[in-house]
C-alpha cells in the first residue's frame, strides 16, 4: 500500500491579531480523497503532538472525522519522520505555516528525500510556504522552472493579512523561479508540474488530493 504523509503547522498566533494553526479543510478533505482511493495516511507536524486548529466546521462530517482521528493528537515532529516508505507528502495550509514551515529542516528534508525517490510533493493554500526554502540535493529550489500555485498577493489582502503575515507567499516562490499561475480570488487553481502538484486556496484541496492520487497511480 502506497502511503502518504500530511504535514501541518504547529503555530498558532496570527501575528497577534488572533489564533491560528492548520485549515481543517485542507487537511480534512485530501484526507478523505486518499483514504478512499486506498492510499495509507499518517500526519506530521512541525513541533509534534496535537496541532493548532483553525476553520473548521463542525457541520462538515468529513472534517469532524478528521479532528477525531488519535492519530491527531499524537503527530510526531517532522525531524524525527524518515521518509523511506512515503510515496507523497502535502504540505497543508493555514495562515500557521508562514511563520514555521518555509524554516523547518525536517520538513524540507522529507519532501527533498520524497521527490528525489520519485514521489510527489504537493502543497495547498499556504502550504506552499514549505517550499520557499526547499533545495533539491542539487542545491537548486525544488519550485525553479515549475508552475505553482498558492494563494496570492491579492487574496492576501483582500483578507486584510497583507500587513500580517510575514511574507507575501506568491511573491516568495516567484523570486525561488517559480512561474505562479493564479485565478481570480478564491476560485480554484491547481497546477502540476512533474511531479509537484500545488493549489491556490481552500476550494483547491481536494482536486490537489486527486491530482496526487493520479501521479501515483501512473508511477504504479
Known sequence: MKAILLAL????????????????????HPWRVFRNAGFAVDLVSVGGGRPPLD??????????????LPALGTT???????????????????????????????LARLGRDIYEAGGVVAAVCHGPSALVNLTLTDG????????VSAFTNTEEEAVGLAGVV?????????????????????????????RLV???????????????VRLLRANR
Open 76 to 106: 510526531r515532529r517532522a525531524a524525527e519522520v524518515d521518509a523511506v516508505g512515503y510515496d507523497a507528502i502535502l504540505y497543508v495550509g493555514g495562515h500557521g505555516t508562514m511563520w514555521d514551515f518555509p524554516d523547518d529542516e525536517g
Open 166 to 194: 510575514p511574507f507575501l507567499l506568491q511573491s516568495a516562490l516567484e523570486e525561488r523561479g517559480a512561474k505562479h499561475v493564479g485565478a481570480p480570488d478564491f476560485e480554484p487553481q491547481v497546477s502540476v508540474s512533474e
Open 55 to 68: 476553520g473548521f466546521d463542525a457541520d462538515d462530517g468529513t472534517q469532524r472525522d478528521f479532528v477525531n
Open 9 to 28: 503547522t504547529s503555530h498558532d498566533d496570527l501575528g497577534g491579531l488572533r489564533t491560528t494553526g492548520f485549515y481543517v479543510p485542507e487537511a480534512a
Open 198 to 212: 500545488t493549489g491556490q486556496n481552500p476550494a483547491s484541496a481536494t482536486k490537489v488530493a486527486e491530482e496526487v
Open 140 to 147: 537548486t529550489y525544488l519550485v525553479e522552472g515549475k508552475e
